[in-house]
């Protein structure tokens, strides 16, 4: 199991434990996995549809509208998938910074 683990490590560089959930998905079948990824645009598209996204990953969607500002361009967002331009984003962790060191 380890071993078939491993093999993934230069084809999906996330963590052995989340290799190993990806692996249990496609019934241990490598070349599946494999074939499923290429069908992706990126990693991380795969690893959010296939329910594995690795930890502190920032996901960047093609242009859209923010549903904050409603202002046109890319938008950012985390595991959660909550999505917002980087002004918005900027706006509210300097706002949650200010609240923490409030106290």
């Not at 859209?64 to 409603?70: A, N």
Request: hydrophobic letters at 40%.
């Amino acid at each position: 199991m380890t071993s078939t683990v491993s093999k993934l490590e230069p084809i999906i560089p996330i963590t052995p434990e989340q290799r190993q959930l990806l692996l249990l998905k496609f019934s241990w079948d490598i070349e599946s996995l494999k074939n499923s990824l290429q069908e992706y645009a990126n990693t991380n598209s795969f690893l959010i549809e296939n329910g594995v996204c690795p930890k502190n990953n920032v996901s960047v969607i093609k242009s859209s509208e923010c549903e904050i500002c409603c202002s046109p361009g890319k938008l950012l967002g985390l595991r959660c998938q909550h999505m917002a331009c980087f002004n918005c984003w900027t706006k509210y962790l300097a706002a949650k910074i200010e609240m923490v060191s409030a106290f």
